[in-house]
Each structure stands twice: as C-alpha cells, then as structure tokens.
C-alpha cells in the first residue's frame, strides 16, 4: 500500500512558543497562521516494502539522521505493530531554516500515512496527529487563516477565514539557506524553563489571539500588522532573555526589519513576522507587493526571496 499526499507550510502570525505537556506535544499557548500556496512539500509513504527498518529520502537523499522524527510519527498513526515503511520527501524552498519546513513536511507523512495504511481519519484527528510530531504542522492541515486552540484534552484546529476572502501575500526574505543550530522544539524548551519573560507570555497569549481574530474578522490590516509584529518581538524576546541565549537573526534579518519599517513610513501595508530561524516574512497586500518584493531584494545581504499567496490545507494526491 502506498500513497502520496502535498501540504504546504503555514507562518503564524501569533505564534505558538513553548508546550504544555511536552509528551504529548501539546502547545502552551494557542495560535494563528496562514496556510500559504507555492511552497510545499510532497511525501509519498510506500508500506510494501518487505524491509526490517524504516527508510527515508528527503529530496532524494538518504536521511536516516531524521528518520527517528518520522519513524515516531508513522507509530503514532499506524500503531507500533506496523510494517516498515519507505518514505519520500520532496520539498521547493529550504528545509530546517526557519520556513516551516516541519509543519508542510508533517502534515503531508500523516495525511499520505493514514491513506497507506487504509485508515479513515478525519481532518481534525489528522490535524491532531500531526501536532503530535511538529505543533505548527497541526495548522497546515487547514487552510486560509487557520486557529489552534487548546482545549482540556488537546488541541482544536480550524479555518476561521479563506485565503479567498483576504488575499494577502507573504514575501519570504532569505537572509541565510543553512540549517538552524538550535531546532524550535528544544528551543522552547530551553525558554519555558529558563526565560523570566515566558510566564508573561503565555499570560497575554489569549489577549492577542483575541486581537488578531478581531483583526482578521475586519480585514483591518494595520490593527493585525500591530498585534503580529509585537506578538513575534514578544516571542523572540523570551528566547533572547533563554539561558543559554537563543538569538536566531543576524545582520540581514536587522536590516529586513528596516527595510520593513522604511515601507511601512511610505505608506505600505505590510508587516514582519519572524520564527526560529533567521529569515524574513513580510505580508503585505496585493497592492503593496511589488514595493515590499523590490525593496527587500535590495536589501543587502538577502540571498533570495519568494513570493506566494494564501493556500488549502493538505490533501492526499495519490492512494494505491
Ligand atoms: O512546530 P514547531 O515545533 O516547528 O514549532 C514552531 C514554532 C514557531 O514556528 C516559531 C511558531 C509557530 O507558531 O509556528
């Protein structure tokens, strides 16, 4: 039995940072984000193989050093007992960089995994096992703008606006294609246990997802611009404040910030948003795209940088 399935990364806009119950995956606080379109990642899971161990390629190289994440998934969805599997993953942007990589590449193994396997899930229990591998994946199941919230025994997902009804684009700045040295799980562990600022957080994480959805139900950009950009200066503040400290910018991240800010002074609708990594997420409207696209290609140090619109949730493209 085989299958393939495509999900693309989601950016939030109010972020999930820190777990509640860290066996379980379960977030600490809820989140917002957008599900986006051109970037993706397209898993196909093969359980035929007559093999006595897991197998997985990741743009067509073989990674068994990140085979223990996924071979962890595969068990939560097809239970311990299950045959071995050979996995394929494919992704169009770079991977482990602070692009949500995670979240596209978990949503599309469970997705392909559960239709593998013969099961029939439903979009919330899929959305509920891909939490238990990467938090943010949960959200990529959905589409548009996209809320988790926690609830007494996990986590609720779900559209709350189509990317149709809000059009906004997302310009990802790469400032640096490598890997990040310290992965967001641990990462935020390190921050629950040691930032002085992460009680507050999870405080005031309720006010400002109030905020957003507020925001997002208007279309008001400027009122979602503000509360997004100081809910990632929140986040990134705990980590700065993390012992040890976790700084994920460097100089160019700086001046992307800048060169946000510059725009913003002439009038674009456009903010940033950042996650464990060092590029640079701009959304903006369709009518400010053109400055937001040229002014962060100027920026210097920006190595490259993508575009994309608002996308649909994952799906399954081919069940054998
Ligand atoms: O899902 P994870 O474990 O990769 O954590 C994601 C954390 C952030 O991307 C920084 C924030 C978020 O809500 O996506």
Known sequence: MGAIARAQPNIALIKYWGKRDAERNLPAVGSISITLDDLFTETSVDLDDVTDSDRLSVNGEDRPDLLPRVSACLDTVLGADRPRARVSSRSNFPLAAGLASSASSFAALVVAAVAAGGLNRTTAELASLAGRASGSAARSLYGGFVELRNDADGIVVGSILDGDAWPLRVVAAITEPGVK????????????????????????????????????????????????????????????????????????????????????????????????????????????????????????????????????????????
């Open 181 to 320: 040295p310290v992965g967001s799980g641990e990462a935020m562990e390190i921050s629950r246990k040691t930032s002085p600022f992460y009680a507050r957080w999870v405080e005031q994480q309720a006010r400002d997802l109030d905020t957003a959805r507020g925001a997002i139900a208007d279309r008001d950009f400027r009122r979602l611009a503000s509360i997004a950009e100081h809910n990632c200066l929140k986040m990134h503040s705990i980590m700065w404040a993390s012992r040890p400290p976790m700084v994920y910018w460097n100089a160019a991240t700086m001046r992307c910030l800048q060169t946000v800010r510059k725009l913003q002074g002439q009038g674009a609708d456009v903010f940033f948003t950042i996650d464990a990594g060092p590029q640079v997420k701009a959304v903006c409207t369709a009518e400010s795209l053109a400055d937001v696209e040229a002014a962060l290609q100027a920026t210097p140090g920006v190595v490259d940088v993508m575009t994309t619109g608002l996308g649909e949730g994952a799906r399954l493209e081919q069940d054998a």
